[in-house]
């Protein structure tokens, strides 16, 4: 049974800290946020407009999901486009058309496909942006940054594409 | 003209067979009965019969939440699309495809939905604006949901209202992809409506039919139609109707809308609320051919005219009804 609430002071200052670390601070100073722990115990981050009221019957769904809230909060798809738009200084790679291709069948992200990166540590979470700046897929960088001139490595595990919803038609949300 | 009465259960209006009645059903594999049915109240049957037996055209709607129409256009062009303006500004019929429409990056990005124009009228007919409360009784799965909150500019409040848990996913799915945030869905049986204590500016009522308009998608449908599914599909809309009248506030409108030529689910549906109710009136719909205000030997209140039905072989578009109630401010 979902439930949808406000966020607690703990779960407010890891959002904060995150909405910080993707540079959407300002974005998301004045929005609604609610929590809704799915059917499987995991607890995920909705943005609703200040204007929408929720009535005394829970709605399944309710916003955008904007990703999932553990120790760290989890950007979701959605939210890799809010971070595209409205951020200047985010962790991102940005991929050649080939890349694009591969990362929207949830393939990894090799070397050779990428054109651009502003990262430089490894196991962090980076937006994969692609030649028009529009986010594709959220990853994970494996390598250091030294090893991303060697030529046939995987750089960034891919770990969310905007192309994973209709390869997973019942992926339970 | 018959109408047939058993055990209870008034059946459709069946007609008798004629030659041409025999001679099309056996030529576009259609049951007589339908056939016969579809001489009585449509222009150029056999037109639509061949309509029918071709692809539908391809629509798409640009989701101006995420994109612009001019950008959008331009990047279809360059991928090797060819489209064309219809008389809505974001709606386009595609005349060429070279991929998948369902599978370019521009589609996943949410930049565009695949949505038959008759879809986009019947949300352009509801007048919504930024402000207002919205319901939409019918949602999965998302087509019309997520117009809709386009057209509100992502502000407001949509309900979005559907029973079944697994069409909802697929709804969620699109009105992510969408970007669509004002938006509450509720696994609902939209009978129930009123539980919810909510009074709407606008109604979107896309009913469950029998489905005739979209036969050119679905031949399958076809073979599970009979004259009971459109009588069983007529006393839901019935419901369906009753509800949403009674969760809109005075002053407000419902768009009332299914994909189907049965007169049962759309003129004889209004005519039988607009006999029980005196605060609802009709009001004009802009694109289509005039509603039925004779059926058989039935006499429809005038003001039917004024509801819209369109044709694959005449518009272009699947087979749909598309009806505007308002309700009257009812002074005291």
């Known amino acids: 049974m979902s439930l949808y609430r406000k966020t607690s002071l703990q779960e407010r200052t890891v959002l904060r800290r995150a909405f910080s670390k993707w540079d959407v601070f300002e974005y998301f100073k004045d929005k609604l946020i609610y ?36 120790k760290q909060f989890s950007p979701s798809i959605q939210m890799s486009q809010i971070i595209a738009k409205e951020g200047k200084n985010f962790p991102s790679i940005k991929v050649n058309s080939k890349g694009e291709t591969m990362v929207v069948y949830g393939r990894d992200v090799f070397v050779d496909s990428i054109i651009e990166h502003n990262t430089h540590r490894e196991n962090e979470m980076v937006i994969i942006l692609n030649q028009r700046n529009e986010a594709i897929g959220i990853g994970r960088t494996r390598n250091k940054s030294n090893h991303i001139a060697i030529k046939g490595k995987i750089a960034v595990t891919t770990i969310a594409d905007i192309g994973q919803y209709l390869r997973e038609e019942d992926l339970d949300v | ?63 101006t939440l995420k994109t612009k129409v001019e950008d959008l256009v331009e990047r279809l062009l360059a991928i090797g699309f060819d489209i064309k303006q219809t008389i809505l500004p974001e709606v386009f019929e595609i005349t060429k495809e070279k991929f998948s429409l369902g599978s370019t990056i521009e589609y996943l990005l949410g930049y565009y939905y695949i949505q038959d124009l008759s879809s986009c009228l019947a949300v352009e007919e509801l007048d919504v604006s930024a402000e207002q409360r919205v319901l939409d009784m019918a949602c999965a799965p998302g087509g019309k949901t997520t117009y809709l909150a386009q057209k ?133 719909v802009t694109n289509g051919e005039n509603g039925l205000t004779t059926f058989g030997r039935l006499t429809l209140n005038s003001s039917l005219k004024d509801t819209k039905r369109l044709y694959p072989h005449i518009h272009g578009t699947l087979g749909f009804y598309i009806a505007k109630l308002r309700v009257k401010n009812v002074s005291l």
């Open chain 2, 1 to 63: 003209m018959e109408e047939f009465k058993s055990s209870g259960m008034v059946l459709p209006f069946l007609f008798c067979d004629s030659s041409r009645s025999l001679e099309l059903s056996k030529r576009y594999g259609y049951p007589t009965w339908m056939i016969s049915r579809f001489l009585e109240i449509i222009p150029d049957t056999q037109k639509l019969l061949e309509a029918l037996a071709s692809k539908p055209r391809r629509y798409i709607r640009i989701n």
């Open chain 1, 35 to 70: 929590v809704r722990t799915n059917n499987v115990g995991r607890k995920q981050i909705f943005f609703l407009p200040s204007e929408i009221m929720m009535t005394d019957k829970q709605p399944l769904y309710a916003g955008l999901l904007i990703g999932e809230l553990g």
């Open chain 2, 152 to 284: 509100m500019d992502n502000n407001g409040v949509l309900i979005a209202l559907d029973p079944s848990r697994k069409r909802i996913r697929s709804t969620f799915y699109n009105l992510m992809r969408c970007g669509v945030r004002n938006t509450l869905v509720y696994q609902m049986d939209a009978t129930n409506v009123f539980h919810l204590g909510i009074k709407y500016d606008r109604v979107l009522l896309d009913a469950p039919c029998s489905c005739e308009g979209v036969i050119s998608k679905d031949r399958s449908l076809l073979d599970n139609h009979y004259p009971g599914l459109i009588n069983k599909c007529a006393e839901r809309q019935r419901a369906l109707i009753r509800a949403a009248i009674k969760v809109t506030k005075p002053g407000g409108l419902i768009v009332y809308s299914t994909c189907t030529f049965a007169p049962e689910e759309n003129e004889i549906a209004i005519n039988s609320i607009l006999s029980s109710y005196d605060n609802i009136e009709i009001e004009p």
